[in-house]
């Protein structure tokens, strides 16, 4: 069981930055691939950026990249997710989610392949 926990979400304005942070529970936080997805008001959850227990593996869709960076610090049981050039339609609730993998380069992009999740921190974007 891997417990997560978000932080960092709050409102800025169009073009700022931020950076959302995801401390996991447990040591073995490196034997797990990470990602980051996103909800709306009123609209499905989204894939946003995913990263190899490793850290050596990224993924982006396709709204975010080039703005947002995931990494990971597996010294410190965190994953980070740093965004730039905020846009309005990047408001929503960020979540991160873990997954065991035995590989070192494996992420994954869809949501039901992560049994672990934490509860989420508002980014809220003013245009």
């Known amino acids: 069981q891997v417990q997560l926990a978000e932080s960092g979400g709050e409102l800025v304005q169009a073009g700022g930055s931020l950076r959302l942070s995801c401390v996991a529970s447990r040591r073995a936080f490196s034997n797990h691939a990470m990602g980051w997805f996103r909800q709306a008001g009123g609209k499905e959850r989204e894939f946003v950026a995913a990263?190899?227990?490793?850290?050596?593996?990224?993924y982006y869709e396709a709204s975010v990249k080039g703005r947002f960076t995931i990494s990971r610090d597996n010294a410190k049981n965190t994953l980070y997710l740093q965004m730039n050039s905020l846009k309005f339609e990047d408001t929503a609730v960020y979540y991160c989610a873990a997954v065991f993998v035995i590989s070192t380069s494996t992420y994954y992009t869809r949501g039901s392949d992560y049994p672990y999740w934490g509860q989420g921190t508002q980014v809220t974007v003013s245009s």
């Open positions: 990263i190899s227990r490793s850290g050596g593996n990224t």
